[in-house]
């Protein structure tokens, strides 16, 4: 992936909390985001146009424009949109891809970029990564990061339950993808940066940490908080090395071979759990399934529909994903044979751990 975005490093406004979205048109009207309410709002197909509605009286200005699919074209057509007029800023309300579509198309006119986000369903919250589908497989873009990011806890807790709680998997596989980071400096002499690194771990070991659940909402604010922290950490170093690593190249594998088999956070937390096996790191192998299984996520290939078979080939294939990566997958260069063996090496190891 090339250098992402680094124009803005952190945003100049987050909120995370119930009642958070009475606050978005008064930072909208802060000068030094748009002057006169000249803005364009961005929804999906879920509460993104119940929140417009309600911000309409302080908006009169706005408008409304409606995404859906999270794909590229969908991404080039509302940047068509925003040339035909003048805009102060771009307001994306909604879940993951919703707010993918509009990082891109706000960083392509070059406007400044609001989140709302609706759900926590992984760190595309506040990254500088937009995620977007074209010709059927998922690709990553640099883009830049939202100025402001605001989640309302009361979206948050009315969306889908599972869908939040994919965010934990997202978070977790911080730490699968740091020590990635660590071994391509160790064995091909790659730099860490250190700020990048703290803020990724620092959110991850907050949640692997904490005994709330959604239901919970000091748990979500944590949560929230470390999607953020994650967004923040690939903004500081201009890649998404601090929170994609092994990991992640088993998810957008899996996305390739087996597209609509899950979500991004619950593919990333099982492939994060499987290279923390491969890596022989008992201890917070031991952490992270605890918390998968805490949280009802999947930690065997079949939890998400995949057969052992399926999911040996998309961990043949995830290399192949990111091919400038370094990590525990291309360090141990398993074959057809050998990941069979360690997959099921690591079904033994769960059920050890389960027992």
């Not at 201890?283 to 299984?293: Q, T």
Request: proline content about 4%; aromatic content about 4%; overall charge negative.
């Amino acid at each position: 992936m090339p250098l992402l975005a680094r124009t803005i490093l952190t945003p100049l406004h987050i909120d995370v909390r119930r009642g958070a979205v009475a606050d978005l048109a008064t930072i909208l009207a802060d000068g030094r985001i748009s002057a006169g309410g000249d803005v364009a709002v961005v929804v999906g197909p879920g509460q993104g146009g119940q929140i417009a509605d309600l911000l309409r009286p302080s908006l009169r200005s706005a408008d409304v424009f409606t995404v859906a699919g999270g794909t590229l074209d969908a991404a080039d057509e509302l940047g068509g949109k925003l040339r035909e007029r003048s805009y102060d800023a771009v307001v994306g309300i909604g879940g993951g891809k919703t707010i993918d579509v509009a990082k891109y198309a706000a960083t392509r006119r070059g406007l400044p970029m609001v989140t709302m986000a609706t759900s926590l369903a992984n760190d595309g919250i506040a990254s500088p990564v937009a995620s977007l589908i074209t010709g059927g497989l998922k690709g990553s873009y640099g883009v830049h990061i939202p100025i402001a990011v605001i989640v309302d806890l009361d979206f948050v807790a009315a969306g889908p339950d599972q869908h939040n709680r994919a965010g934990i998997g997202d978070v977790i596989s911080n730490i699968s993808a740091l020590a990635d980071w660590e071994l391509a400096r160790q064995v091909r002499g790659e730099p860490v940066d250190g700020l990048a690194a703290s803020l990724a771990r620092m959110g991850a070991e907050a949640v692997l940490a904490h005994t709330g659940d959604m239901t919970d909402d000091a748990f979500v604010t944590v949560l929230a908080e470390a999607l953020i922290s994650s967004g923040l950490a690939m903004a500081v170093c201009g890649s998404s090395r601090p929170a994609s690593g092994g990991c992640h190249e088993i998810m957008h594998a899996v996305d390739a071979l087996f597209p609509g088999t899950s979500s991004h956070g619950e593919l990333a937390g099982l492939g994060a759990l499987f290279c923390t096996f491969l890596r022989g790191d008992e201890r917070r192998f031991a952490e992270m399934a605890a918390c998968l299984g805490r949280h009802r996520l999947p930690r065997h290939p079949a939890d998400v529909g995949l057969t052992d078979d399926q999911f040996v080939e998309a961990v043949q294939f995830a290399p192949a994903t990111r091919p400038d990566r370094y990590t525990i997958l291309e360090h141990l260069a398993m074959s057809v044979t050998e990941t069979r063996e360690r997959l099921a090496d690591y079904a033994g190891a769960l059920r050890d751990h389960s027992g």
